[in-house]
């Protein structure tokens, strides 16, 4: 019992000397790859890279203590990051203080939902995400991903577009306009040397050796070249306006925000808030939500209640209606504030060195013909934070990741608010689907590799518990990793304390090793992110399914289509695939394979049509495939009744029924008057094959005695052997297709046989 609870007790049964090195230098190669992994997919989540540190911190100890797989590797993923952003971008602007709340809000919403699914043991819940779905939603989302990153990678700012190839497609835009070359040079040099590096030596961490180089290259040339300029020094008309009016919107959406902030206890207050009603029931208590539904009954009389009218029930909805208003006055302002930084970080600009030896900046196409410059292009830096025209940042040189706060994250309880928290359930529940088939694909992997069990609601209750911890340490949502948890099997883990030994290794960098970091090019964050996602499309995997199923395979495009074209919202993409899946396999049990059989060359009996076979003229073998329920059973009777009306000299009827694994009371209703209608036009029915669970349904009803136990055989030869000579007395059916085969085309391959016998 003891072991049930903590499981990871189990990864010292046995345990020596050797495993513990094994788990030592694998949690180190772990860290190596999952320190720069975790800052790029913070980022992609719309965080600040260091809180991708920080969710690299205790979820995955936790994940490994309380999970079943001795080797999966918990932390920041591209897809739950990606996902994350898509959740809360409509909600906040990314990177702001509210911004972050919700994705810590998130996280334990993932977590509860994980953790509750996992003790109700529901690990079967991650069956509704088939096999085509998931993998056409990753084949998409790995595009997706790598195509959200193009911006940084070639140096270009542009804002997010409500569309994904919206945005893609400003980029391209942008890049043909300007580009900053040494960005793109660190980006594909790294990319190029991280693919080499594995090619060599998957063993290598490839990932901290490009970070390394180039960040060192970052530190010698210079790269993120910025300068404080006053905007007295700029030679640009509009642009006093242009930040006159950002600074003014982003101080009216932090107002609307606050506001909004501040009516939500005043709503809760006040449906709280209990009042006396003054008639009928006196010393009765009711709220105001009471108040507006007049109609409520009294306690036991019958009567109806009357309300005291002092109070007026206007007052809640008064506050929702301006809680809707302001809600739609911060959607405005975030958008406009969208368009102002846009329309600021189009500004190309160049220095130019006056003759008294000041330097003005002036428009890139504005430029004096007989000016002294270096066509050198700067660019305004605008974040979420308010412009000071003394000090504006312009930017020269390629985007770094910049100043990263050492220490660690502070324990604090996550912000809680109720009607945030109903918005992100749904989102929250469908990361915590993908992301645990995420974490369980690889675990399955790696336990048949390994000879290991996995627990799927085990694994749950670890996903849970991590991301529950994750965010009282400022932590966001958080996955099994495939790449990581790759490089730890093949580094030679033997239990979970690897990922230990790698959360130590980040409490290290955490701790002393931060300022290293100042220097690293955001386009090689590009650039990992890219290298980990390239490893999540498979175009053989969708072959092979198109082979096993034309259906699955169309659901495979379909669901890789969608996402495509509704990201960056991928959880839409994941929806419609389940809803086909699920239509799919309703049509499936709606219309279930009913087949006529005659005898094969085997010895058994097989569709007739599909095997090119004859049928007997006077008995019909029907077989049906499938559970028999409400929602096939006229589907049955039709096609019975169908094949009836073709078969003129037809006697009797066998149903096989060994493909029968369900009946309900609808089917067996539904059967009983199908035997009825056929005896009352004369045929003869009977069955073979009847499954136990369904013969005890047929003998709590009257239908087995309605049948006959003896119409009833075990198999379809016994049966065939005891009615075939009296439906076929005084038959002029020379052979039977169902005592010898006999093929649709007999005579034709007879005068075939003869030819190529003479």
Request: charged residues 20%.
């Amino acid at each position: 019992m003891i072991k049930r609870l903590l499981p990871f007790l189990r990864w010292f049964d046995d345990y020596s000397l050797e495993d513990l090195r094994a788990d030592f230098i694998s949690g180190i190669t772990v860290a190596l790859v999952l320190i720069p992994q975790s800052m790029a997919y913070a980022q992609l989540a719309g965080l600040p890279p260091y809180y991708g540190l920080y969710a690299s911190f205790l979820p995955p100890v936790v994940a490994a203590l309380f999970g079943s797989s001795r080797q999966l590797s918990t932390g920041p993923v591209a897809v739950v990051s990606m996902m994350t952003a898509a959740a809360l971008e409509p909600l906040a602007v990314s990177g702001t203080q509210g911004y972050i709340q919700f994705a810590i809000l998130l996280a334990l919403l993932v977590g509860l939902v994980q953790l509750c699914l996992g003790l109700l043991n529901l690990g079967v819940v991650v069956n509704l995400l088939s096999h085509p779905v998931l993998l056409g939603f990753t084949n998409a989302a790995a595009i997706v991903i790598a195509t959200s990153q193009l911006g940084k990678f070639l140096g270009v700012p542009v804002e997010k577009a409500p569309h994904h190839f919206e945005t893609v497609w400003r980029v391209i835009q942008q890049a043909l306009d300007y580009v900053y070359w040494p960005t793109i040079a660190l980006g594909a040099g790294a990319l190029a040397g991280m693919i080499f590096l594995k090619w060599l030596n998957p063993r290598l961490p490839y990932v901290l050796i490009a970070v390394a180089i180039t960040t060192f290259i970052s530190y010698l040339c210079g790269y993120g070249h910025n300068k404080y300029v006053s905007i007295n020094q700029i030679e640009c008309k509009e642009l006093p306006r242009l930040i006159d009016e950002f600074n003014r919107q982003l101080a009216t959406l932090e107002a609307f925000n606050r506001t909004r902030t501040l009516l939500k206890p005043e709503i809760q207050k006040l449906k709280n808030q209990k009042r006396p009603c003054s008639r009928c029931h006196p010393g009765r208590l009711l709220t105001p939500d009471a108040l507006l539904n007049p109609k409520n009954q009294g306690e036991g009389s019958g009567a109806q209640v009357t309300f005291n009218t002092q109070i007026d029930p206007k007052e809640v909805l008064a506050l929702h209606l301006m809680a809707g208003v302001i809600d739609e006055f911060i959607a405005d302002a975030k958008q406009k504030l969208v368009n102002l930084r846009a329309r600021l970080m189009e500004y190309e600009f160049v220095e130019v060195r006056e003759q008294d030896g000041s330097v003005r900046y002036y428009e890139r196409y504005h430029v004096p013909y007989d000016a002294d410059t270096d066509w050198h292009v700067w660019r305004i830096v605008a974040g979420n934070k308010k412009l000071d025209e003394s000090r504006l940042v312009l930017s020269g040189g390629g985007s770094i990741l910049g100043h990263v706060p050492r220490g660690l994250p502070s324990f604090s309880m996550p912000y809680w608010d109720a009607d945030m928290a109903k918005r992100l359930l749904f989102p929250a529940f469908i990361i915590s689907l993908v992301g645990f088939m995420e974490a369980i694909s690889i675990a399955k992997i790696m336990a048949a590799k390994s000879g290991q069990r996995i627990n799927p609601s085990q694994e749950l209750i670890g996903q849970g518990l991590a991301n529950i911890t994750g965010s009282f340490f400022q932590g966001y949502a958080v996955s099994g990793s495939f790449s990581r948890s790759a490089v730890n099997f093949q580094s030679g883990a033997r239990t979970g304390l690897s990922s230990v030994f790698a959360s130590l290794v980040v409490v290290l960098v955490m701790l002393f090793l931060t300022p290293l970091l100042y220097y690293l090019p955001q386009s090689v964050l590009a650039a990992v992110i890219m290298m980990a996602v390239l490893g999540l499309i498979n175009v053989q995997g969708v072959k092979h399914i198109f082979k096993v199923s034309v259906s699955d395979g169309i659901i495979c495009c379909i669901t890789f289509m969608t996402t495509l074209a509704f990201a960056p919202h991928l959880d839409k993409g994941v929806m419609i695939g389940v809803i086909l899946s699920l239509g799919i396999f309703f049509y499936r049990l709606m219309r279930p394979s009913i087949a006529i059989l005659s005898l094969w060359h085997d010895g058994h009996f097989r569709n007739a049509d599909k095997f090119g076979l004859e049928r007997c003229r006077h008995l019909a073998i029907i077989r049906f495939d499938g559970p028999f329920f409400f929602a096939n059973i006229g589907y049955l009777e039709d096609e019975v009744l169908r094949i009836v009306r073709q078969m003129k000299e037809l006697k009797a009827i066998i149903f096989k029924c060994n493909g029968i694994n369900i009946i309900d009371a609808s089917g067996e209703e539904a059967l009983g008057l199908l035997v009825d209608r056929l005896r009352s036009a004369g045929y003869k029915v009977y069955f073979s094959g009847i499954k136990e669970q369904v013969l005890e349904v047929l003998e709590r009803s009257s239908l087995y005695s309605k049948i006959g136990p003896a119409n009833i055989f075990p198999t379809i030869s016994k049966a065939i052997e005891a009615i075939w000579p009296e439906i076929h007395e005084g038959s002029n059916e020379k052979v039977c297709p169902l005592k010898q085969v006999v093929h649709k085309d007999a005579p034709q391959r007879q005068r075939q046989t003869k030819m190529e016998r003479d």
